[in-house]
């Protein structure tokens, strides 16, 4: 039955997933956009990432053969980089729904091709002379398929290169030919059309008239780390359509923006800024901040927020860049946050995590937005910083780099603002700053390449490895593989009582000993649901046959020690929800042997009263030794048993489920004590900020906490007997001696400005004249010990300068050169401080900048103090002379 056009968004993606329903495939859910279990990627960024595990031959528990989903992804790092043209063109984001089939080790190309095409010609009913195919020049099989398959006009199958037709999760691991269907919008969609000496074409990059709207992917091949390819034991179907460009081709638009996923997030913008969506350039600010809302949003749905590095630091880009762009639009308000509402009114239905968490995002947001109203004055002060400092009218690719990578300006704003100021731009010097970051984040991807490829390891036996570590501290295991990494060695054994770091709870260690070889455990992680050992040889050799049974023990010690915190996490999560609010949910955890870490959300810090109030909650449930008990049970049933869900996190079927009492009841896969009594006590060490609206706090149980109480009594033994006093006095005590401690520095500070200040009139009567001025230029080096003093020296001489001066104070700190500049009022204009400034830097390898009564500027070269001030001289002179 053929779909009627126009079609709703909602209509569209419940048809995709209901036509493949139909053949035979489940329908699963989108795992979160954060993927908190795969260290190779900052965001999930196409459909198969939930799925690597199976496509790389690992556990496929649940015997899945066929399924099918609307994936959430982001697409803003690596190769996989999008950001630079979103919001320019009609079809490009950081943030889109990727429709998938997938076939793991079921069906392959036949029903693949003949499938695609029965859904958009025969359900959707898309015309066939708009469809356009394209195979790998090597894949004959999918060439004919698509003769033999669909009644598809041969001439609209084209064969193409590597670059277009042949897909590859990695450097190594599995890979295969693809074949993509193009839609043909017709040369009016093509603002090129007409140029001379062009021609659109499939596959042509900036075409926009010929747009890929679904890629099948067949993974049939494995590339190993010298290059070649060897054939899969199973091969898998893998296919992704753009949720987007496919709605924008149903409901008969122009643009995915002119969608009805779009056009009401660009009509609130316009509203609250006041300025009209336009579809061509002028609308790019309002394509821009719809498009990065909807990225920001599902990742702080989905656990993630803005922060300085890793996945924190490319939100907190494309917030400031969103930001920036309503700035251009007038905005001097948040604004981003405000059309909040109207993603979650489109949205928030097919995916109900963004109404759960609204009222967290919109805080986050607004924060950022709040945050980065005052980084963008200061932004841009430093272009007009850069732009006085510019060499031969042209501004160094490494500030222009700086402007883009910490205050959001994006190349063409700085280049357009230079252009404004007769300047230029390096751009051969911002891209080698840019391909440097690039770089190191590509280096940062190869994380766990080997892990995609056989290639390299021992194999003793197939298979995938079983935790037993829940009854099991210790047992007899047999090798799967192996292999040597760099100065360590990384196990696979068929079953292991070691835990692989998840959840928050870090890996165990311990020892691995065989038949004259033994190793100690450093660290256990799961890559792709394969646990993985990674140890150092303490003695023996390591070759197949001593390595062919081992005998797995724990640290049991420190596994104790996590346990014990690791359960007093969830006291202390369930006694903030007491104190706090429901609204408390868990951002994020880190549990090891001597410490936890326990992130969440909540707007303000902790009171004194709240922490003691929380601690006093816990340490109850600990002293009530209440047991300890998991569960296995299917996930919906534990959730309506009251299990807490964690945000973000990707569940299956089944889940564990852990119960304290009827005090906490959590869903979790890590380890734990029996009892609530076993954990003894715990202690709040700090509470803190981490971003807006999550907040962190940090303790220790057991005997780290009775550690803590030791050092604690001791500390106070020693205050009470230095300051004479009793334990109960010393906090009193010791605020009396700090602000006496306070009031003697600031009268110290005082007696210093009025030194200083009395050397001064010695000072100008140094000056030279000059005819129509007088210049100073002195190098303090010898006569002041650091720099703070030297920035208060230059305070007192800049108040007590008096008419027709200027004056350069030079020193030298730990190799470095400061200058500045100063010019009296009368002699701002006619000899400002700025280039004064800058004669004399040149000559110390420096630059700066600044008012024209004031600049400042550093230098590499202490030894060349002396070329400085008569350069600061000699350009005085100029002007006064």
């Known amino acids: 039955m053929k779909l009627q056009k126009p079609v709703t968004s909602q209509v569209l993606r419940q048809s995709f997933i209901e036509f493949f329903e139909s053949k035979g495939h489940r329908f699963v859910p989108s795992s979160p956009v954060v993927p908190h279990d795969d260290p190779t990627l900052l965001f999930a960024n196409a459909g198969m990432n939930q799925f690597k595990a199976i496509l790389l031959g690992g556990d496929n528990p649940t015997g899945l053969k066929r399924a099918a989903n609307s994936q959430k992804c982001i697409r803003v790092s690596g190769k996989h980089n999008d950001l630079d043209v979103v919001g320019r063109d009609s079809y490009h984001h950081t943030f889109f729904e990727m429709l998938g089939n997938w076939s793991f080790g079921d069906y392959f190309k036949k029903e693949a091709i003949r499938w695609s095409w029965e859904l ?41 290169g590597k670059k277009d037709n042949f897909w590859e999760m990695g450097e190594v691991g599995p890979c295969g030919p693809c074949s993509e269907i193009h839609y043909d919008f017709g040369p009016e969609s093509d603002p090129r059309t007409g140029e001379p000496g062009y021609e659109a074409a499939v596959n042509l990059d900036g075409c926009e008239r010929y747009i890929e709207i679904w890629n099948n992917v067949f993974m049939q091949y494995e590339r190993l ?28 638009v122009r643009s995915n923006y002119d969608t009805d996923v779009f056009q009401p997030l660009l009509a609130r913008i316009a509203e609250l800024t006041g300025v009209p969506y336009d579809a061509g350039e002028k609308g790019t600010p309002h394509r821009v901040i719809a498009d990065h809302l909807r990225s920001l949003s599902f990742s702080i749905a989905d656990g993630a927020t803005p922060s300085n590095e890793g996945r924190g630091y490319v939100l907190r880009r494309l917030l400031r860049r969103a930001a920036r762009f309503a700035r251009e639009l007038g905005a001097r308000k948040p604004v981003i946050c405000e059309v909040l509402p109207t993603l979650v009114e489109i949205m928030g239905e097919a995916f109900p995590e963004l109404k759960a968490r609204q009222a967290h995002i919109a805080t986050v947001i607004r924060s950022e937005e709040e945050r980065f109203g005052r980084t963008l004055d200061q932004g841009l002060d430093r272009f007009r910083k850069a732009a006085q400092a510019a060499v031969e009218g042209v501004i160094s690719g490494e500030e222009v780099f700086k402007l883009y990578d910490t205050y959001g300006f994006p190349v063409d704003l700085t280049e357009q603002m230079a252009l404004e100021k007769g300047l230029s731009i390096d751009q051969a010097g911002y891209e080698k ?150 609204h408390v949910q868990q951002q994020g955890s880190w549990v090891g042997p001597d410490a936890f870490r326990f992130d969440f959300v909540h707007t303000s810090a902790l009171t004194e009263s709240e922490i003691q109030q929380v601690e006093d909650i816990v340490n109850r449930q600990i002293r009530l030794d209440l047991a300890i008990r998991t569960e296995i049970l299917p996930v919906d049933e534990a959730k ?36 609530t ?160 400034v800058q004669a004399a830097a040149a000559m110390v390898e420096g630059k700066g900048g600044g008012k024209p009564n004031r600049a400042q500027a550093g230098g590499k070269d202490a030894s060349r103090i002396p070329q400085a001030l008569e350069a600061f001289l000699a350009a005085a002179r100029t002007k006064l002379g």
């Open 120 to 160: 958009l010609t025969e359900v959707w009913g898309l015309e066939k002379s708009r469809l356009w195919a394209t195979v790998y020049e090597e894949d004959d099989e999918a060439l004919e398929l698509w003769k033999t398959e669909t009644d598809i006009d041969h001439s609209r199958i084209l064969k193409s």
């Open 433 to 582: 700053a840019m391909e440097e970051q690039r770089e190191r984040a590509r280096s940062g991807g190869k994380f766990t390449s080997i892990f995609n490829s056989l290639d390299g390891w021992t194999i003793l036996h197939d298979g995938n490895p079983t935790f037993i570590g829940y009854t099991d501290s210790s047992a007899s295991v047999r090798t799967l593989r192996f292999r040597e990494h760099e100065d360590d060695f990384w196990i696979v054994t068929d079953r292991t009582p070691f835990y692989a770091e998840s959840g928050g709870q870090i890996g165990d260690t311990g020892i691995l000993a065989g038949e004259g070889v033994r190793f100690r455990v450093l660290d256990t992680q799961k890559v792709n649901d394969v646990i993985v050992h990674r140890a150092t040889l303490l003695e023996g050799s390591v070759a197949e046959a001593s390595m062919a049974t081992l005998v797995a023990t724990v640290d049991a010690e420190s596994r104790e020690a996590t346990r014990r915190n690791h359960s007093g996490v969830h006291l202390l999560h369930a006694a903030l929800r007491q104190v706090l609010g429901d």
């Open 225 to 252: 780390e010298d290059g070649s390819l060897r054939e899969l034991p199973a091969q898998h179907v893998d296919t992704g359509m753009g949720f987007e460009r496919i709605l924008r081709v149903m409901q008969g």
């Open 640 to 675: 309506k048993a009251g299990a807490m869900a964690l945000f973000g996190e990707k569940y299956g079927d089944t889940v564990r489920v852990l119960s304290m009492g009827e005090f906490s009841k959590e869903l979790c896969g890590g380890l734990h004590a029996t009892s």
């Open 677 to 836: 009594g076993q954990i003894a006590l715990l202690r709040i060490l700090r509470e803190s900020s981490i971003s807006a609206g999550v907040r962190r706090i940090e303790g220790v149980t057991g005997v780290g906490a009775f550690e803590l109480l030791r050092r604690q009594a001791t500390v106070a033994t020693r205050l009470s007997q230095t300051l004479k006093c009793d334990d109960s006095e010393v906090g009193q005590k010791v605020s009396d001696l700090g602000a006496k401690l306070r009031a003697a520095e600031k009268e110290i500070e005082s007696l210093k400005v009025a030194a200083l200040a009395s050397r001064v009139p010695s000072m100008l009567a140094q000056a030279v004249d000059l005819g129509r001025g007088k210049a100073l230029a002195i190098d303090l080096t010898r006569e002041v010990p650091d720099s703070a003093t030297f920035s208060r020296l230059v305070d007192a001489l800049e108040s007590g300068l008096g008419s027709g001066t200027v004056a350069l104070l030079a020193a030298g700190f730990d190799g470095k050169v400061t200058l500045v500049a100063l010019a009296s009022q009368d002699l701002a204009k006619t000899c400002p401080a700025g280039p004064l």
